[in-house]
């Protein structure tokens, strides 16, 4: 049986708080006081890396964070290099920022910084990603598709992504861009994996990759697959808008819980028994 993590992911829907309460960036903060207080920001995504940098370094040293370095990996070479892997090894957390996030795995994927990664997770760290970042949490990552419109068979892009929550596809900047036609797009292909919408201003903090609980002001929406009797996807000459009975909806709010292992929402009384 493979071993099952036992560090912690941080996944944001995108534009947290930086000048406000800053909750959920203040719940990454303080997880970096449990060793020294180091934090590593990756900036691969990103076609700013400098001003990326500079805005979450302020932000995070602002929030108490002793030490904040920045990590800019733009070619795979640089992803092997053992000053680069020094700079990761061991960190308490390490946050992906937003962009584009087949930047991170193509640049990251199985190399020696990948590995420390995995590393960190699997041991007890804290794994962070925003936006992009978000995106390129589990196994399979949404890179395409348009948004406020019902999902169309061919206009959904997919890609392996960095596999540290299996079962699971995550969209960001959920409500916001209207993306729920291409998250259950993303969830027929493969009702194996349960879709999870992130608003903005809202992330969720996965422990052991077992369950979760929602941070900030907008909202998670978790679609599952599991119960689909139909979908045109089965039809020998499939065309336009993808047709699907019964798909199952959750919405969650602030400090809401869900049982990924179950697939259900974790309120209070299921909690106290």
Not at 62 to 74: C, F, S
Not at 155 to 166: D, K, Q, R, V, Y
């Amino acid at each position: 049986m493979a071993a099952k993590p036992k560090g912690t992911l941080i996944i944001i829907g995108g534009h947290e708080d930086k000048e406000g309460d800053r909750v959920i960036l203040g719940e990454v903060a303080q997880r970096t006081h449990q060793d020294h207080g180091r934090l590593v920001v990756v900036t691969a995504a990103t076609q700013l890396p400098e001003e990326v940098a500079a805005e979450y370094e302020a932000v995070f040293k602002d929030l108490g964070v002793k030490q904040v370095d920045i990590l800019d990996i733009r070619t795979r070479d640089e992803a092997m290099l053992e000053a680069n892997i020094k700079k990761v090894m061991g960190a308490p957390v390490v946050f992906f920022t937003g962009g584009d996030q087949l930047r991170i795995t193509s640049q990251l994927g199985d190399s020696d910084i990948y590995r420390c990664l995995r590393e960190i997770y699997y041991r007890g760290g804290t794994i962070v990603g925003t936006s992009a970042g978000a995106a390129a949490m589990p196994e399979t990552m949404l890179i395409s598709g348009a948004s406020d419109k019902s999902h169309n068979i061919s206009a959904l892009g997919m890609a392996p992504g960095l596999g540290f929550l299996p079962d699971v596809v995550i969209d960001s900047h959920f409500a916001e861009r209207g993306r729920m036609g291409r998250l259950l797009g993303a969830v027929v292909q493969n009702p194996r994996n349960l879709g999870l919408g992130i608003d903005e201003d809202t992330a969720i903090v996965v422990e052991r990759a077992e369950h979760f609980r929602v941070l900030g002001s907008g909202a998670v929406y978790v679609v599952d697959g599991t119960g689909i009797s139909y979908s045109s996807l089965s039809e020998e000459n499939p065309d336009g808008v993808v047709s699907i009975d019964d798909v199952k909806l959750h919405v969650l709010g602030e400090n809401d819980e869900f049982d990924l292992v179950n697939r259900r929402p974790m309120r209070q009384e299921m909690r106290a028994r």
